[in-house]
C-alpha cells in the first residue's frame, strides 16, 4: 500500500513510530553504560508502541486489510508452484 493509498491518520500513526523509533535508536547506549531514560519514561515508550500498533490494526481491518500481510521481494523463492490442469481427453467408443 502506498503513502497516497493511506488515510491521514495512517499516514501520521506511521511518521509517529518512525520517529519514536529513531529516538530510542538514538538514546540507546553502548552496553554496559547508564540508560539517559528512566524507567517511567521506558514503560511510557513501550505503551505509546503498543497503542500505536492496536490504532493501526484497528484501522487496516476498518478498511479490510489483513493485519499480517507482510512484505515480499518478487525475486523471493515461493513456496508453492503453480500447477497447470488439463482436461483429459475424450475416448472415442
Known amino acids: 500500500m502506498t503513502d497516497r493509498e493511506l488515510s491521514k ?3 501520521i500513526l506511521r511518521v509517529l513510530r518512525k520517529v519514536l523509533a529513531n529516538i530510542v535508536k538514538d538514546a540507546t547506549p553502548a552496553p ?3 540508560h539517559p531514560l528512566s ?3 521506558i ?4 505503551d505509546l508502541f503498543g497503542l500505536i500498533a492496536e490504532r493501526e490494526a ?4 476498518e478498511a479490510g486489510l489483513e493485519i499480517n500481510e507482510k512484505p515480499y521481494y518478487t525475486d523471493q523463492p515461493r513456496n508453492s508452484a503453480p500447477v ?3 482436461k483429459p481427453k475424450k475416448k472415442l467408443n
Open 9 to 11: 491518520e495512517q499516514r
Open 32 to 34: 554496559g553504560t547508564p
Open 39 to 41: 524507567e517511567s519514561t
Open 43 to 46: 514503560h511510557d515508550i513501550r
Open 58 to 61: 484497528e484501522l487496516a481491518a
Open 84 to 86: 497447470t490442469l488439463h
